[in-house]
């Protein structure tokens, strides 16, 4: 059972924003503003989107943006491209000194 | 530019052992601020931590699999090696070994991943 939970799919239409959450407790998501996610192609590596809840690395386009409220973060990603298709990862520091993962969102763009 | 690469056996025997080695460049596994991790994602499912070694030494493991799984270092190479014990079908998996940016005491960042190793336990 993995440690986060996330809805297991989602979907969208080119040009609308969707919105993935990870749901965790007070000893990871809610307690520590350290949760990142990762964008995962089919046969690929994951990629680093947003680190330390809303931050993004250099190159990630800005389309994508995180959040967090109380125990559940989220990833919103605004005007939806084909390209944008891919699983989702969302992750944790979890109280102590442990990462947790949540189960992977399928995002399907209509 | 950082890349890692993911080099091991992809077939173990169950209850042999599993060493994997993370082979990397464009960093040195000994500078400040820097740290190896390995996550493993078995087939169709989700990613999993597995643990991380930083720049010190300090090394950090999943509480689920600390007693199967050690990650060492071998400076003179910049190669980062996990082994894991007694291995069983269910470890099969795609092991990806994972850059870490250590920003701050409580800040850090998953930011370059190798292309993984996929690694099947079967008799």
């Known amino acids: 059972q993995p440690a986060l939970t996330q809805p297991a799919a989602v979907s969208g239409s080119p040009g609308q924003s969707i919105t993935i959450s990870c749901t965790g407790t007070?000893?990871?998501?809610?307690?520590?503003?350290?949760v990142s996610w990762f964008q995962q192609h089919p046969g690929g590596a994951p990629k680093l989107i947003i680190y330390?809840?809303?931050n993004r690395p250099s190159g990630v386009s800005g389309r994508f943006s995180g959040s967090k409220s109380g125990n559940t973060a989220s990833l919103t990603i605004f005007g939806l491209q084909p390209e944008d298709e891919a699983h989702y990862y969302c992750a944790s520091y979890r109280h102590i000194n442990t990462w947790v993962f949540g189960g992977g969102t399928k995002l399907t763009v209509l | 530019q950082i890349t890692l690469r993911e080099s091991g056996p992809t077939l173990v025997k169950p209850k042999q052992i599993l060493t994997l080695t993370c082979s990397v460049s464009?960093?040195?596994?000994?500078?400040?601020?820097?740290?190896v991790a390995w996550v493993r994602q078995p087939p169709g499912k989700a990613l999993e931590w597995l643990a991380h070694i930083y720049w010190n030494e300090n090394k950090l493991y999943s509480p689920s699999l600390q007693n199967k799984i050690t990650i060492s270092r071998d400076t003179a190479r910049n190669q980062v090696v996990l082994t894991m014990t007694s291995v069983d079908p269910v470890d099969t998996a795609t092991y990806f070994c994972?850059?870490?940016?250590?920003?701050?005491?409580?800040?850090?960042?998953?930011?370059?991943w190798g292309r993984g190793i996929l690694v099947n336990v079967a008799s």
């Open positions: 994972v850059h870490m940016d250590v920003l701050s005491l409580t800040s850090l960042r998953f930011d370059s």
């Open positions: 007070n000893s990871d998501v809610g307690g520590y503003n350290r």
């Open positions: 330390d809840v809303n």
């Open positions: 464009g960093f040195s596994i000994t500078s400040t601020g820097v740290g």
